[in-house]
């Protein structure tokens, strides 16, 4: 019998305007889509590194994250802050997992 795999879905955050408040989700995975700070990519994802610190998480930036820099800056001080964590920065990439209860997988793509 397999277990489903349990998914938290995170978007527009804009962490530059109002800190997040939400409490950890209790998730085997979590997405964050677009919108999430336009001042501080690298922020955004250290944010996401110590808020789902071991949970797999998949992070892709949208047109609101690009205001600030380039496309290559803000998705290179994504990668930055997420160097070393569970958060895979996705720019038009497949993220794919492993759990015991199947092999799910990411495609991440900012619009």
Same mark, same amino acid.
């Given at each position: 019998?397999?277990?489903?795999?349990?998914?938290?879905?995170?978007?527009?955050?804009?962490?530059?305007?109002?800190?997040?408040?939400?409490?950890?989700?209790?998730?085997?995975?979590?997405?964050?889509? *677009?919108?999430?700070?336009?001042?501080?990519?690298? *922020?955004?994802?250290?944010?996401?590194?110590?808020?789902?610190? &071991?949970?797999?998480?998949?992070?892709?930036? &949208? *047109? &609101?994250?690009?205001?600030?820099?380039?496309?290559?800056?803000?998705?290179?001080?994504?990668?930055?802050?997420?160097?070393?964590?569970?958060?895979?920065?996705?720019?038009?990439?497949?993220?794919?997992?492993?759990?015991?209860? *199947?092999?799910?997988?990411?495609? &991440?793509?900012?619009?």
């Amino acid at each position: 019998m397999k277990t489903k795999i349990r998914i938290a879905i995170l978007s527009d955050l804009r962490l530059d305007e109002e800190p997040c408040t939400l409490e950890r989700p209790e998730a085997d995975l979590v997405l964050i889509a *677009g919108n999430t700070s336009a001042a501080d990519p690298v *922020g955004v994802s250290t944010w996401a590194a110590r808020r789902f610190s &071991g949970t797999p998480s998949a992070l892709v930036a &949208g *047109g &609101g994250d690009f205001k600030s820099f380039s496309r290559a800056e803000t998705l290179s001080y994504m990668r930055h802050g997420a160097a070393g964590t569970a958060v895979k920065v996705l720019d038009n990439e497949v993220f794919e997992l492993a759990f015991p209860t *199947g092999r799910p997988r990411v495609l &991440g793509a900012p619009l």
